[in-house]
């Protein structure tokens, strides 16, 4: 089971870091991600870690802003978010490939587990 947490309201330019704390079994094995769904939009890619611990992706729309980590002690997965815009506001959503599909890690599908997602409001 994953739990997404760290969601809340913050203002354009601040900053949150969210956290995907895994129970049950240890996710140091597995390719981890966060997505983001707007209001009456499609889930979209945000970020992506291998299991250990790099190379990382970013959306365009995020690069050099959102920084993606993991701590495979904790069994925990990170999302430090800088200079957040409006545009951010969406609930975010971790997830695992837990049987290490061939599908892109870019998309949904390339995902078995998911969080139950955390809002994030970024006001202008």
């Known amino acids: 089971q994953l739990q997404a947490s760290g969601g809340g309201l913050v203002q354009a330019g601040g900053s949150l870091r969210l956290s995907c704390a895994a129970s049950?079994?240890?996710?140091?094995?597995?390719?981890m991600a966060w997505f983001r769904q707007a209001p009456g939009r499609e889930r979209e890619f945000v970020a992506v870690?291998?299991?250990?611990?790099?190379?990382?992706y970013y959306a365009d729309s995020v690069k050099g802003r959102f920084t993606i980590s993991r701590d495979n002690a904790k069994n925990t997965v990170y999302l430090q978010m800088n200079s957040l815009k409006p545009e951010g506001t969406a609930v975010y959503y971790c997830a695992a490939d837990s049987i290490f599909t061939n599908s892109s890690p870019y998309s949904v599908q390339g995902y078995e587990d998911w969080g139950q997602g955390t809002l994030v409001t970024v006001s202008s």
């Open positions: 049950g079994r240890t996710i140091s094995r597995y390719r």
């Open positions: 870690i291998k299991s250990t611990g790099s190379p990382t």
